[in-house]
Nanobody, 117 residues
Framework: QVQLVESGGGSVQAGGSLRLSCAAS????????MAWYRQAPGKQRELVAA???????YYVDFVKGRFTISGDNAKNTVYLQMNSLKPEDTAVYYC???????????WGQGTQVTVSS
């Protein structure tokens, strides 16, 4: 069973930056077809960014130009560099498979990102 552990969250002021990490262990894992999601209080979990084969990246409109997803297969780790953070980016961030790429791994505990104005 692949286990996912997210880290790197914290509290920052608007305009600040954070780098999130998602470390996988315990099974067969590839950074291909991995994604970052987030869930704000009272809202559904939503896709933020995805990384697919050939290092093709996808970003939802509200993070384009500010967030960058990357991965390191040797370390079984996926990253999310977040710049120019806004208060509306406040949420718990999770990593998991890209939607439609097979059954999700068990969801990790996520990492809290809080952005103050």
């Amino acid at each position: 069973q692949v286990q996912l552990v997210e880290s790197g969250g914290g509290s920052v002021q608007a305009g600040g930056s954070l780098r999130l990490s998602c470390a996988a262990s315990g099974g067969v894992f590839s950074i291909n077809a991995m994604a970052w999601y987030r869930q704000a209080p009272g809202k559904q979990r939503e896709l933020v960014a995805a990384l697919t084969r050939g290092n093709i990246t996808y970003y939802v409109d509200f993070v384009k130009g500010r967030f960058t997803i990357s991965g390191d297969n040797a370390k079984n780790t996926v990253y999310l560099q977040m710049n120019s953070l806004k208060p509306e980016d406040t949420a718990v961030y999770y990593c998991n498979k890209v939607p439609g790429s097979g059954s999700y791994y068990y969801w990790g505990q996520g990492t809290q990102v809080t952005v103050s104005s």
